[in-house]
Nanobody, 119 residues
Framework: QLVESGGGLVQAGGSLRLSCAASGRAFSSYAMGWFRQAPGKEREFVAGISRSGISTYYTDSVKDRFTISRDNAKNTVYVQMNSLKPEDTAVYYC??????????????WGQGTQVTVSS
């Protein structure tokens, strides 16, 4: 089970921190990623983190603004989002990934958390 939280409405330039709690799995055995889906668009892989947390990946559009992290003791992955832009508006999801192409390990999704950035 994946439970995302922390979304909300924020003005452009603001910040949010999203959390994703995973249960029922060996969380520390998986690299994790954050994805987002804007209305009318396909789901997009935006950030990934290795099992240990040492290695991270960001798509160009969020590089230097988003920071992914994880706490394996809490089975939770986070993304700190700064300098938010209206184009960051989307539903955000997490999932286990095979690599930084965003290929998935798990074939299910949580409910996601809505992020809305006003201009």
């Amino acid at each position: 089970q994946l439970v995302e939280s922390g979304g909300g409405l924020v003005q452009a330039g603001g910040s949010l921190r999203l959390s994703c709690a995973a249960s029922g799995r060996a969380f520390s055995s998986y690299a994790m990623g954050w994805f987002r889906q804007a209305p009318g668009k396909e789901r997009e892989f935006v950030a990934g983190i290795s099992r240990s947390g040492i290695s991270t990946y960001y798509t160009d559009s969020v590089k230097d603004r988003f920071t992914i992290s994880r706490d394996n003791a809490k089975n939770t992955v986070y993304v700190q989002m700064n300098s938010l832009k209206p184009e960051d508006t989307a539903v955000y999801y997490c999932n286990a990934i095979k690599d930084y192409s965003g290929a998935l390990f798990w074939d299910y999704w949580g409910q996601g958390t809505q992020v809305t950035v006003s201009s």
